[in-house]
């Protein structure tokens, strides 16, 4: 059976399955690619939202607390940084992932190879979100260590003392 005429030119309906089939393989990894943006977005606004109450305590701190807060902020500049790099490196993950797709698709109905260039760029493609990941996990140990520090400090004691209380 012809699928619009395309028998003449070669193409059958099985190929066109095959090629669908193959093409579906890396959307999964693009709809894993969405999830972690949609982490990464939501950890970003609570470290903003973070630095602006380290901002506005800062306006009202006492003269002792100043050099702790602005510390907090340089930590969570870095943490801004770690998120930034993993959401750059996510969507240039989900970029190359799509070009996966079409290069498939291009090279099936294509006369040129583009076996080369196909396996560059989902490599490129798994690199960056191998690299989204371990943006995150750098941002995750440094709030971890930021959290450990505060209540070593003291500024997070008002938590165990409460808990100890009772």
């Known amino acids: 059976m012809s699928l619009f005429g395309s028998e003449s030119l070669g193409i059958t309906l099985d190929s066109v399955a095959r090629i669908i089939q193959m093409a579906l393989t890396p959307v999964f990894l693009l709809t894993g690619l969405a999830t972690l943006l949609n982490v990464f977005s939501t950890r970003l606004a609570r470290v903003t939202a973070r630095v602006d109450q380290t901002i506005t305590a800062l306006t009202a701190a006492e003269p002792d607390a100043v050099e702790m807060l602005r510390d907090q902020l340089v930590d969570l500049r870095r943490r801004s940084l770690a998120l930034d790099t993993a959401v750059i490196l996510a969507a240039a993950a989900g970029a190359a992932t799509c070009m996966t797709v079409l290069l498939l698709f291009l090279g099936a109905f294509g006369n040129g190879s583009v076996d080369r260039v196909l396996l560059w760029v989902f490599g490129i493609a798994i690199t960056c979100a191998l690299g989204a990941i371990a943006a995150y996990a750098v941002e995750m140990l440094m709030a971890g260590t930021g ?13 165990l003392r409460h808990r100890d209380d009772t």
């Open 147 to 159: 959290i450990r520090a505060e209540l070593a400090h003291g500024s997070r004691r008002h938590f």
